[in-house]
């Protein structure tokens, strides 16, 4: 129970660091946000738990592919807002666009024989 409570604090501590410089610079922030903080975490966190390699790099390379899908959303985004779209309809549309990209990722990548 500690160790998960460690594991959520730490989490948890990484967004608000994030959060909190971004309200003094945007840029560092998302620099911030940018690095694989998330995933080196799960990386050693599942190292921790299962010391199994094969899962390991297994998850790895899943995290490289699912980083496209994602990546449109951060232009999207920025670009509805500056065009006038309100904030609470441009999350979620952007959110829904994320969706369908990965839900294309998940369908693609077999037909390329690559396995998630």
């Not at 829904?96 to 990722?105: G, K, Q």
């Amino acid at each position: 129970m500690i160790y998960l409570v460690l594991k959520a604090t730490l989490s948890g501590i990484i967004v608000m660091i994030v959060s909190e410089v971004v309200r003094r610079s945007p840029s560092i922030g998302g620099l911030i946000a940018s690095l694989p903080m998330v995933s080196i975490l799960a990386i050693i966190w599942l190292w921790r738990d299962t010391g199994d390699v094969t899962r390991i790099a297994n998850h790895a390379e899943s995290t490289f592919w699912f980083a496209f899908p994602s990546l449109p959303m951060f232009l999207i985004f920025p670009a509805l807002l500056r065009h006038g779209m309100g904030f609470w309809v441009a999350l979620p549309a952007v959110s829904i666009m994320t969706i369908v990209l990965y839900a294309l990722t998940i369908w693609l990548l077999p037909k390329f024989r690559l396995a998630l």
